[in-house]
């Protein structure tokens, strides 16, 4: 700290006064925890959003495999009956 003496007429007064050097780190340093704390909530809320999208994704790729299973089971079943049908065919021919 600066001790700062100042003469008045006949009074002596004396005042404490921060460096400055010292008082712009310190405010540079109370800035910097400022932005990163507002860094930190907006990255809070965009985690939020991101899983939200992530979990609507999750849902519509299930729902796209089930889809999938019920359509490949329907060609499998259609593959078989005609399979069985050719099988036949050549049984009766026989």
């Known amino acids: ?10 009074e002596v007064t004396v005042s404490s006064l921060p460096h400055p050097i010292s008082m712009f780190f310190l405010g540079t340093f109370a800035i910097t925890i400022i ?23 999750e849902t519509s790729l299930e729902e796209l495999k089930n889809q999938f299973e019920q359509k490949l089971t329907d060609v499998s079943k259609k593959i078989d009956s005609r399979v069985d049908k050719a099988v036949s065919a050549l049984k009766l021919n026989k």
């Open 35 to 57: 932005v990163v704390v507002i860094e930190m909530n907006n990255l809070k809320k965009e985690r939020k959003v991101l899983l939200e999208s992530m979990k609507e994704m």
């Open 1 to 10: 700290m600066l001790l700062q003496i100042v003469k008045m007429s006949d």
